[in-house]
């Protein structure tokens, strides 16, 4: 659906849709405060402040003395707590159970992170009706998006992708004295590291070779990836420059009132406003004269390009003087690609729709409708918060969420089958089919009888009998009345009728074949006793009846369309019009035909004309004419125009036009003699005589008119309506009730797309092994509030709850993990802890750079996160310390917030200067001809980024080690 600030709106949705979109994020701010403000915070008494400089961390003393293991947030630490009391042995085994516990806790955050994705989708998802014109002017009512695409990327989207590493960051300050922490601003630190060098790699490389996946939204992307810089140079600014080992109050609330300017900016540069309006501008055309701006320079070098993709361009003071008219001026249709408007996203589920149609021409409305939905949803753009849950589901064994659709699509069907499978013990005998059609001289007419079902081993008799309709037995067939047999084995078996043949010309007759007194024979061969069966072993099934038309073959024929009027779709492609011959079917006629313009008009506007002849050649009896149908993609249609037969004539046996429509001469081959006086002076017989042949040349029935009419009917367009309001991912990814979140959490799903068949969508030994060791997180999420409560807000407030207890739990294992080992904080944080919150982003960008045609899904998100990881994780954490120490501190030393910049700023400066590079990198790569794009291209180049970037991550995390062990010096 579309976005409300990508959409012309009503004047008075111009004045309230910014209100609207910035009053839901104050209520976002407000609520986050909240929740860290409820947050159980010990009682801390005010004690003498550490240091500010500990510089003898690097002691060489104390840099190899063994460490005692403080108690944690929630977990006590493991008796002994001193490591030198444990030897080599109980070290490793205390290191590989703090190690998979650790990995089994970030399965727990994973699962419960997709249910607090699931409510921000569903969130963010919420719609409103509004009125906009379209290109006509009239007024329409649709259903649009609340939130902003870009403002919910960057405030639920990306708290919801950064949610563990803001509340480890949040509940180390809380839970531990209100102390700077070491493990929650490197983890910061180390996940944005792992999302810009290692994730951006995987996606580069898994693209498939000369593909590429370009920014959409190029502006976005660069206010993003410029903050996401900054905000790591701001923290190396308050760290070590402005106030050394000390943040401040007023340094804090910055760090946290960037977040929402972040957000504006890219709103701003989302709608183009401020800047963008004096900027340089070039009009664009394209299909439906719907102009398209986009940006450039006097003298654009692009002209060449945009004419290869069938663009005009077109001066802007041409259209702003009126020189230049147009139907519609559409400022947020910026590429071909968009669907941010009513009508284009009508036009897509149209064409799904007609698509359909075509493959499935059989099936009705409500299966077509059950089709397009799960198309229309595999194929609309997706979120970052489904590419997340998504991946999590893979991982997990969940199975992929799109293949929820696909029962209602074979419900039918499988209803269908159960209900044949209720009596496949008696075997049933029926005509297949059930009309036939042969001509007088045919001989005889051979009907086909079917067994299917019940015991093949058995022998099935059945009765049948002719039935006289206006053919008479006698004169037009031989009466028949006798026994088939179905031997075992046997499945079908054929009724044989003779036809009898004159040289009267006769209207077409017909004469019916009817089964009855159906029975069975055992295998030995003896009679089967009714009264030992609960089941009749076979019976007769419709159609018992089947009806044998005869075909006059003395006389020419007449020749018309089987109605006067059809009814048609315009989607339907080239139309075949069946034009019907009956009362005789001797010799070869042609018959011309040509397309008469109603309100629907021929030249390839709504039909390509078509006129010529029909050939029906010597006993044939039906023949096509094929007119095509434009699809213009009109919603509402109903137009007319009309396909006209022309008097038939014989053509003779060199393929001449004989030149006469019809008298014996047309089928004997001689001349008509002039009638003489006495030769007009006629008998009764002769009268007669004479109106039968003239029955006998070739002529046109009463429908030689037919009406065609192109419309889409009202079930149709309410189908179309209807799903374009249901199209909406949420449906899919949240729940409605608890039971329905036990099952799933039950349940395990193959990972298979959902257009694989069902043996590649079954659970594979790697799905069910997930399941196992998962099923006890997702048993126990289940009883988090479904997302259609509370429009979703409960289950965001209780997973957010959920993942703060649960990531206050991995930084207790986590410190006692390095503790065992001997491995600082600082270290675990940028390695272990990093990765693991980042493992189910790096798998939903994965499936995102695969699956979608754009790069924002997969690398557009990684830096608003990075940035927002700062100012909420880092500035919230920090803003809440300074504010408890400036109230309860009782000197001015205590009043301070006091933060070691160590090792934490020398990480921030390493981390800057490389995600400087590595954004001037991607940057470069959509600038090179070779490549044009971010993500893919050539398999040399694929190769050669990737490898620089996993080479900068790697980089990083040497560096920072060798800091945090003193071996290199710190700030």
Same mark, same amino acid.
């Given at each position: 659906?579309a976005?409300?600030m ?7 949705w ?5 209100a ?9 701010t ?12 010990? $009682?801390?008494e005010a004690?003498? /402040?550490? &240091? ?5 961390r690097c002691n060489?003393?104390?840099l190899h003395?063994?460490r005692?293991?403080d108690?944690?947030?929630?977990l ?7 490591s030198?009391?444990l030897?080599? =042995?109980?070290?490793t085994g205390r290191?590989?159970v703090?190690?998979?516990a650790m ?5 727990g955050?994973s ?20 009125v906009?014109?379209?290109r006509?002017?009239?007024k329409?009512?649709?259903?649009? @998006?609340i ?6 990327n ?18 180390e300050?809380c839970?531990?004295?209100?102390y ?8 910061i ?11 951006i790699?995987i996606c ?5 070779d ?10 976005v992307f660069?206010?993003t990836?410029i903050?996401?810089v ?6 190396y ?23 929402p300017?972040?957000?504006?900016? $890219?709103?701003?540069a989302d ?10 501008? /070039? ?5 439906g004269?719907?102009v398209v701006?986009?940006?450039? @320079? ?7 390009k ?9 001066p802007?003071?041409a259209?702003?003087n ?8 559409? &400022?947020?249709?910026?590429s071909?690609?968009?669907t ?14 007609r698509?359909?149609?075509?493959r499935?021409?059989e099936?009705?409305?409500a ?8 198309e229309a949803?595999?194929?609309q ?7 997340r ?14 293949n929820k *659709? ?7 069907e499988?209803?269908n089958?159960e ?20 001509m007088e001289?045919c ?10 079902g019940?015991?093949?081993n ?12 206006t053919?008479n ?8 009345e ?8 046997e499945?079908?078996r054929f009724?044989?009728v ?6 009267v ?8 074949v ?6 069975s024979?055992a ?6 006793e009714?009264?030992e069966?609960e089941? &009749?072993?076979a019976?007769l099934?419709p159609?018992?009846?089947?009806t044998?038309?005869?075909l ?20 339907v492609?080239?139309?075949k ?13 042609s018959v011309?035909?040509?397309?008469? !313009?109603?309100? $629907?008009k021929?030249?390839?506007i709504d039909?390509?004309d ?9 006993d ?5 004419v094929n ?5 213009d993609?009109e919603?509402?249609? !109903?137009k ?10 014989f053509?003779?046996d ?5 030149g006469t429509?019809?008298?014996d001469?047309?089928?004997n081959?001689?001349? &008509?003699?002039?009638?003489?006086e006495?030769?007009k002076?006629?008998?009764?017989? +002769?009268?007669?005589?004479? @109106? ?12 030689q008119?037919l ?7 009202y +079930? ?7 799903l374009?309001k249901?199209?909406?991912?949420a449906?899919?990814?949240g729940t ?5 979140q036990f099952v799933?959490a039950?349940s ?10 069902d ?5 594979s030994?790697?799905d ?6 998962t099923?006890f ?10 997302t ?9 407030v209780?997973?957010i709850l959920g993942?703060?207890?649960? *990531? ?7 410190s006692?993990f ?7 904080d600082?270290?675990t944080?940028v *390695?272990l802890?990093a990765?693991? *919150? ?10 995102a750079a ?6 924002? $899904?997969?690398i557009?998100?990684v830096?608003?996160s990075?940035?927002v990881?700062?100012f ?9 310390a300074?504010?408890?120490w ?6 001015p030393a ?14 921030v =400066? ?8 590595a ?9 090179m ?16 980024s990737?490898?620089?970037f ?8 040497v560096?920072?080690s060798?800091?945090?062990y003193c071996?290199?010096p710190?700030?």
């Open positions: 659906m976005s409300i990508n959409l012309q709106p009503s004047s008075y111009k004045k309230k849709g910014s609207s979109i910035w009053l839901r994020l104050c209520q976002l407000f609520f986050v405060v909240v929740v860290i403000i409820l947050l159980p915070v010990p $009682a801390v004690k003498k /402040r550490p &240091e500010k400089n500990n510089s003898d060489p003393d104390k003395a063994p005692v293991c108690d944690g947030t929630i006590w630490a493991w008796e002994p707590k001193n030198s009391d030897t080599k =042995t109980e070290v290191a590989i703090y190690l998979i990995l089994y806790l970030f399965l955050v699962i419960i992170a997709d249910r607090f994705m699931a409510s921000i989708e569903v969130i963010t998802s919420k719609e409103k009706e509004i906009y014109k379209n006509n002017g009239e329409v009512v649709t259903t649009v @998006r939130w902003n695409e870009t403002v919910s960057l405030t639920l989207m990306a708290l919801g992708s950064s949610a563990p590493e803001i509340m480890l960051s949040v509940i300050i839970f531990k004295g209100f700077a922490g070491e493990l929650g601003p490197s983890t630190v180390g996940s944005a590291s792992f999302n810009l060098f290692i994730i790699a580069m490389y898994v693209i498939p000369d593909e590429t996946r370009k920014v959409k939204h190029p502006r660069a206010v990836a903050w996401s900054l905000a790591y140079f701001w923290l600014f308050i760290l070590s420059t402005s106030s050394p080992g000390i943040v401040t109050i007023t340094e804090g609330v910055i760090t946290l009132l960037f977040f300017f972040l957000v504006l900016m $890219a709103w701003v709608r183009r406003l401020l800047v963008y309006k004096f900027m340089y501008k /070039r009009y664009r055309t394209k299909r004269n719907i701006e986009t940006e450039g @320079r006097p003298d654009d070098e692009d002209d060449d945009d004419k290869e993709e069938g663009f005009t361009s077109l802007m003071e259209i702003e009126g020189s230049i008219g147009v139907s519609a001026v559409g &400022e947020d249709l910026m071909k690609e968009l941010d408007n009513p009508d284009a996203n009508r036009k897509i589920m149209v064409g799904i729709m698509d359909l149609r075509k499935f021409p099936a009705d409305m299966e077509i409708a059950k089709m397009a939905s799960v949803l595999s194929k753009q997706k979120s970052r918060a489904f590419y849950i998504q991946a999590t589901r893979l991982m997990t064994g969940a199975g992929n969420i799109l *659709t696909r029962p209602d699509v074979t419900v039918d499988t209803n089958d209900l044949s499978d209720d009596d496949d013990e008696q075997a049933k005998i029926s005509f297949d089919p059930s009309e036939y059609k042969v001289n001989g005889y007419c051979e009907a086909q009888v079917v067994r299917k019940g015991d093949l058995r022998t099935i008799y059945v009765d049948y009998r002719t039935i006289d309709g053919a037995a006698g004169s037009d067939y031989v009466q028949t006798s026994t088939l047999i179905f031997r075992p084995g499945t079908h009724v044989q003779e036809i009898m043949d004159d040289d010309f006769e209207e077409d007759e017909f004469f019916r009817e089964l009855f007194n159906v029975r024979h295998p030995d061969g003896m009679y089967d009714n009264g069966m089941l &009749e072993p019976k099934f159609p018992t009846v089947a044998v038309v005869i006059d073959d003395d006389h020419a024929g007449v020749f018309s369309f089987p109605e006067p009027t059809l009814t048609i779709t315009e989607g492609g080239v139309l019009v069946e034009v019907q011959r009956n009362s005789g079917a001797r010799g070869q006629i011309p035909f040509k397309t008469v !313009n109603g309100s $629907a021929g030249g390839g039909y390509i078509s006129v010529g002849e029909l050939v029906f050649d010597n044939e009896t039906s023949k096509f007119v095509t149908i434009i699809d993609e919603y509402e249609k !109903n007319n125009f009309f396909v006209q037969l022309l008097p038939p004539h053509i003779v060199d393929g001449r036009d004989s429509d019809g008298s001469s047309g089928i081959g001689k001349e &008509e003699e002039e009638p003489t006495t030769s002076i006629l008998t009764e017989e +002769e009268e007669e005589a004479k @109106r039968i042949s003239e029955l006998g040349k070739p002529r046109l029935g009463e429908n008119t009406e065609i009419m192109i419309e889409e009917s +079930e149709f367009k309410n189908t179309v309506d209807k374009i249901k199209a909406n991912l449906v899919i990814v409605s009730s608890w039971r329905e799933e039950l395990v799903n193959g990972g298979g797309d959902d257009n694989d068949d043996e590649s969508s079954e659970p030994f790697f069910y092994v997930m399941h196992f060791l099923v997180w997702k048993l126990l999420f289940a009883f988090v509030p479904p259609e409560y509370c429009g979703g807000w409960a289950c965001f209780v997973s993942i703060g207890l649960l *990531t206050a739990v991995i930084g207790d294992v986590a006692h390095g503790c065992t080992i001997n491995l600082n600082e270290v944080a *390695t802890v990765m693991g *919150t980042s493992v189910p982003d790096t798998f939903a960008s994965k499936v695969i699956s979608d045609q754009y790069a924002d $899904a997969s557009g998100n830096t608003g990075n940035a990881n700062v909420l994780g880092i500035g919230l954490a920090w803003t809440i300074a504010v408890y400036a109230i309860m501190g009782e000197t205590e009043k301070e917030f006091h933060v070691n910049p160590g090792n934490l700023a020398f990480s =400066t390493v981390f800057s200067v490389f995600a400087f590079f954004i001037l990198m991607l940057v470069l790569r959509r600038r001809p070779s490549i044009g794009a971010e993500l893919g291209g050539p398999l040399k180049s694929k190769k050669i990737s490898f620089i996993v080479c900068l991550w790697l980089l990083y995390i560096l920072s060798m800091q945090s071996i290199l710190g700030f």
